[in-house]
Structures are given as C-alpha cells and as structure tokens.
C-alpha cells in the first residue's frame, strides 16, 4: 500500500509570513509529483508538476522543491496573502496512478 | 475554455436510494478519473477511463458502484442502495493523456457532496 503523508494538517498564519509544508511519498517507482491548490468549493487547481530529483519550480510567491532518494517535496509560499487560504494537495504519480495526501490546510489571517 | 464540470454540485439521499453522478470532461481529453474523498482525507482513486475503456476499476469500493462512458466523453458514476459511509465528495478529473505518460496533469471538476442520510 502506498502511503502519501503531509505536515502540518492544518496551519494558521498572519498575512505577511512565510510558512512552508511537507509532502512524503515513497522513493520507490517514482514517476512525478503534483502539487494541487484547493479552494473551498472551487475545484482543485494544478500548482507544479515535478519529475527530476532536485526539481524546484516558482509561480508568483509559491515555489517547490523536490527529493525523489529521500521522497519528500517542500512547498513554500513567501508572505503569504487571505487568497492564499486553502487546502494544498501533493499527488504522488507512479505510473499507473495517482495516490493524494491528505492535505495541508493553511489560513491566512489578515 | 470550459473546464470539468460535475453536476450535482449536491446531492443528498436516503439510505437505499439509487443516485447518479455525472461528469463532463474538457473536450479531447483521453482520460478521465474519478475519486472519492472522505471528510478529513485525501481524494481516493475509485476508477479510470481510457476514451471509452474502462481501464481500471479498482479502487470501487463495492458492486455497488458502477461507472461508465459510453462514447468516451460524459461519465456517470451510479452508486445503488446509497449507505451512510458514502457520504463523500465526489471528484472527477480529466486528463489530455494516458495515465501512464508523464505530461499526465489532471484537471478537476469542482465535486460532488454526496450526504446519505
């Protein structure tokens, strides 16, 4: 059974902080990693797909990096905005299919 | 352009009610998949549509869940004699490739809230 995990679960920030979170994926039978954005009631939204060990990729205040030999990806999101507030999702692609985490879910208060 | 689109946005049942669940993919694309997510959870693979084929359905978690795509494009997923635990989201996403090609992003309906009361 294949086990994706994220950290924090949830997470609370001002407006104005930096804060980063953790997706953990097997390191076995990699394929890509996808990082999705979702907004309540909206649906989940494409933020990076990644490939090769070492990877980083930046939209805007939102960036990735990625380690396929340790299996963990970092997102970052610099002086984070209320806008930013949803749930982020990594998706673990080996193939043949797609295996999520649970999720981190970040508010940002103004 | 438009995106996946799912209808109903809600849906709430009686245990032991039929429902049915539709999904409208972005046009030309090859696959389609379909999930279920749990309050709390992360969305859970149930099934996989190669245009028509139904490639993958492992992730049903009874014969109580069906699915199709009959020409390929709208997909429904049926669920019959609707139980408590499935109460979910529902999430469809479209593909333009096969799951197997590495340029496989996936774009997602908005979902489903199915509550079975």
């Not at chain 1, 076995?28 to 990076?48: I, V």
């Not at chain 2, 996936?106 to 489903?112: H, R």
Request: proline share 5%.
């Amino acid at each position: 059974i294949l086990n994706v995990e994220q950290s924090p679960q949830s997470l609370h920030v001002q407006e104005g902080d930096s804060t980063n979170f953790t997706c953990s994926f097997p390191s076995s039978n990699f394929y890509a990693l996808h990082w999705y954005r979702w907004e309540t009631a909206k649906s989940p939204e494409a933020l990076f797909v990644m490939t090769l060990n070492g990877d980083e990729k930046k939209k805007g205040r939102i960036s990735a990096t990625l380690n396929t030999k340790e299996g963990y990806s970092y997102l970052y999101i610099k002086g984070s905005q209320p806008e930013d507030s949803a749930t982020y999702l990594c998706a673990f692609n080996y193939g043949q299919n797609f295996v999520f985490g649970p999720g981190t879910r970040l508010s940002v208060l103004p | 352009g438009a995106g996946v689109s799912q209808s109903p946005r809600y849906k709430v049942a009686k245990r032991g009610q039929d429902v049915a669940l539709r999904c409208d993919p972005i046009s030309g694309h090859v696959s389609l998949f379909w999930y279920q997510q749990a309050l709390g959870q992360g969305p859970e693979f149930l099934t996989y549509f190669q245009n028509e084929a139904q490639l993958d359905k492992s992730g049903l978690p009874s014969d109580r869940f069906f699915a199709e795509r009959p020409e390929g494009s709208v997909s429904t997923l049926k669920i019959q004699r609707t139980q408590q635990e499935d109460s979910a989201v529902y999430l469809c996403a479209s593909s333009l490739y096969n799951r197997e090609d590495s340029k496989n992003i996936q774009y997602f309906g908005a979902g489903t809230r199915l509550s079975v009361l």
